[in-house]
């Protein structure tokens, strides 16, 4: 087991980030803490760090490494990599979680696509009288 990891590989592997590059972002744009210190990809993670992670909605995530690895686990066991300190959220945070949700089910049922032969004509229509 190494003794430290690069806090982007092991965000990776712990799989509280989708990717890699998803990390490095997330690090760059000062969403990720170590220890009340903002995170930098490269810097090292030991076992013991506490690291804050800001999510959406201005959510934080706090987790504490309890195991490294350096290469992708099953996913089963990446979650014994941390253990995740994260308060339970307010009611209000948890009835802003719902309305988010609901806002995004109404807009999000309808696919986009391209305009039909129909809707083209009303649009070269309606093209043709501004001008």
Known sequence: MPESVRLDVWLDVACLFKTRSEAQKACHGGKVDV????????????????????????????????????????????????????????????EMREVERAFRRSFGSRPVRAPDRRERRALRKMKERGD
């Open 35 to 94: 220890n009340g210190h903002p995170g930098k990809p490269h810097r090292e993670v030991r076992v013991g760090d506490e690291l804050r992670i800001t999510r959406p909605l201005g959510r934080r995530q706090v987790v504490v490494v309890v195991a490294l690895a350096g290469r992708h686990v099953p996913k089963a066991e990446a979650k014994t990599l941390y253990e995740d300190r994260t308060p339970p959220p307010t009611p209000e945070e948890a």
